[in-house]
């Protein structure tokens, strides 16, 4: 069965940082474009950044220069790096990921949600 499994959230005063990571398991033949997006109470889902496989990368306006996205391809993870925290960063961060897997078609996963929160 394959799951994608965050890890790396928490409380984070405003300025600190925080990374995330998100694992893919299970049986795994191939993974397109991998990603971030987060939830906010009473908002709706939005996406913070996405990396393809060949490595580009989309930011959400709100975070440029903030967060950086990154992969391990080999090892079907994810990572996001956030830097000067804001409070409107809280939210729950879930990671999505288009994998390939023994149904041989690429399908959407996502992950449970990790919770950051940056106290005002």
């Known amino acids: 069965q394959v799951q994608l499994v965050e890890s790396g959230g928490g409380l984070a005063q405003p300025g600190e940082s925080l990374r995330l990571s998100c694992a893919a398991s299970?049986?795994?033949?191939?993974?397109?474009?991998m990603g971030w997006y987060r939830q906010a109470p009473g908002k709706q889902r939005e996406l913070v950044a996405t990396?393809?496989?060949?490595?580009?990368?989309n930011y959400a306006d709100s975070v440029k220069g903030r967060f950086t996205i990154s992969r391990e391809s080999a090892k079907n993870t994810v990572y996001l790096q956030m830097t000067r925290l804001k409070p409107e960063d809280t939210a729950v961060y879930y990671c999505h990921a288009i994998l390939i897997t023994t149904s041989l078609k690429a399908d959407d996963y996502w992950g449970p949600g990790t919770q950051v929160t940056v106290p005002s």
């Open positions: 990396i393809t496989n060949d490595r580009n990368t």
């Open positions: 299970g049986t795994i033949l191939g993974a397109g474009a």
